[in-house]
Structure formats: C-alpha cells, structure tokens
C-alpha cells in the first residue's frame, strides 16, 4: 500500500538559512499534518491543512509557513534557521476530518548547523 | 487542553515475559487512542487505535490495549516480548470534536522499551 512521502530525507543547513520539506499525502487523503519531534522528545503538533486551508494550529514558530497544493501535496517553508530547529519533522496524513487514523511518513532529519 | 502521560520512561523486559505500558490521557471530550511505535531513526507505526465499542484493542505484532474510561488508561500490553520488539512506544490521544476539523495528536513522552535476552 502507498504510504506518506518525504523529501528530502535528511537536510543540513547553516543557522539563518532556509528549507523547505515536503510531504506528498497517501492517494485520496485530503488532511496533512506536520510534527516536529526533538533530540529524545515526543512528536509536537505544528499545523494541519484540509482540503488546502489551514485546519488547526500547534506549536509552530513565526518563522516556519506551510501551505497545502491543489494535489493535496504540503511544504513547510523554514525561515531563519536556529540551532534549535534541529529535528525530525514528520508528515501525517488522513482521509477527511473525522474520525480516522493519521499515518505517518518516515520524516526529514533537519541539522542546523 | 488535552495531555498524554506514559508514567515510565524506560522499562527493561526479559524476553519471553509480559509486557505492560501504561497511559493516562486528560481530555474533557470523547477522545480517541492511540498507540504507535518508533525504531531508532525511523518514523512512527501505528500499532492500534481506540475510538469507541469494545474496550479491547488488538493490534498488530501481537499488541493489545485495554481502554478503561474510569481511570483515563490506555495501557498496552503484550504476553509475549520478542527482542524485535526494543523501541520508543507513544501513546497519543486525539479529539472527537462535533465541529469537525483537522486537530493534531498529543503525545505522551514516550517508554523506552528494552529487552534483556
């Protein structure tokens, strides 16, 4: 079965840099989610979008940005880099908004350094 | 606000012995469960979900979990650990709003699982 991608897999960039991950959702899934999960942290909620508008906001800093595409595809735009980004970003996906399970795509290491 | 709490941050099982994980989620709405887990490295696999009926959960690679509303756990067990099984297991908790909408999960901190052979 498809499951979520990723690209890029690994990412290093200098502080004050940008990135730009992307997520592509499994076929047919019209909801994404972007986490961030620290050095030995659990995985912390940054944003959702259904059907291209945003759904629900987390944790996300000022400086990150995300937008979801007409194919349902998501980027999560960095700007201005810190040490402290250094992480890895997982990509979820869902059918709809209700009830249904969020799967998860195998992430980007960010290092910032 | 919701909130995830997986009391033990590591725990050492022998192979071949029982397992128990437990959670304790806070969550004013019907909320519903989830339990993944999470090989160094690599990204998060569902193992199995709770959203209402049966109280009892299976799962895959041999998990089950029991729901019990009246304590607020979600605890994960397992009769039998295999040494595939040392990884990081979360327990995540999402809502079921009547609005709708794409809320995100909150996660536990995470158990640390070993396995001594």
């Known amino acids: 079965a498809a499951g979520v991608i990723q690209s890029p897999r690994h990412l290093i960039k200098e502080k004050r840099e940008t990135a730009t991950l992307k997520c592509y959702p499994i076929?047919?899934?019209?909801?994404v989610y972007w986490y961030q999960q620290g050095p030995g942290q659990d995985p912390q909620f940054l944003i959702s979008?259904?059907?291209?508008?945003?759904?629900d906001k987390g944790s996300i800093p000022d400086r990150f940005s995300a937008q979801q595409f007409s194919d349902y595809h998501s980027e999560l735009n960095m700007s201005s880099l810190e040490l402290g980004d250094s992480a890895l970003y997982f990509c979820?996906?869902?059918?709809?908004?209700?009830?249904?399970?969020?799967?998860f795509g195998p992430g980007t290491r960010l290092l910032v350094l | 606000a919701q909130s995830v709490t997986q009391p033990d941050i590591h725990i050492t099982v022998s192979e071949g012995a029982s397992l128990e994980l437990r959670c304790n989620y806070s969550?004013?709405?019907?909320?519903?469960l989830f339990w993944y887990v999470q090989s160094p490295g690599q990204g998060l696999q569902l193992l199995l979900k709770?959203?209402?009926?049966?109280?009892l959960v299976q799962g895959i690679k041999g998990f089950e979990a029991e729901f019990k509303r009246s304590q607020s756990s979600f605890n994960l067990r397992k009769p039998s650990v295999h040494w595939s099984d040392a990884a990081e297991y979360f327990c995540a908790v999402g809502a079921v709003e009547s609005g709708g909408g794409a809320d995100g999960l909150t996660f536990g901190k995470g158990t640390h699982l070993i396995i001594q052979p």
């Open positions: 979008f259904y059907e291209k508008m945003q759904s």
């Open positions: 709770y959203f209402s009926g049966d109280t």
């Open positions: 076929p047919r899934h019209d909801t």
């Open positions: 979820a996906s869902r059918a709809g908004t209700g009830i249904e399970t969020q799967y």
């Open positions: 969550y004013g709405a019907t909320p519903y």
